[in-house]
């Protein structure tokens, strides 16, 4: 958050990439919007803390894009 208050960018027009459950966390109670692609630890399965997606592979972001920004 506190990157994204000197680069003046509000929390909605940004979007994280993250692997783990903690950063996940991270991401939606700064309401961030967060696509995971999990590595070893399978996502969590918390309602609270629900990514915006959940990708296999950084390729499968390429496909989740145009949905993220409508």
């Given at each position: 958050?506190?990157?994204?208050?000197?680069?003046a960018?509000?929390?909605?027009?940004?979007?994280?990439?993250?692997?783990?459950?903690?950063?996940?966390?991270?991401a939606?109670?700064?309401?961030?919007?967060?696509?995971?692609?999990?590595?070893?630890?399978?996502?969590?399965?918390?309602?609270?803390?629900?990514?915006?997606?959940?990708?296999?592979?950084?390729?499968?972001?390429?496909?989740?894009?145009?949905?993220?920004?409508?």
């Open positions: 958050l506190e990157t994204l208050r000197q680069l960018l509000p929390p909605a027009d940004c979007l994280v990439l993250e692997d783990s459950n903690i950063g996940v966390e991270a939606v109670r700064a309401n961030i919007r967060v696509i995971q692609i999990p590595d070893l630890i399978p996502p969590a399965n918390d309602p609270a803390f629900k990514p915006f997606a959940i990708a296999a592979s950084l390729n499968e972001v390429i496909d989740i894009l145009p949905v993220v920004h409508d």
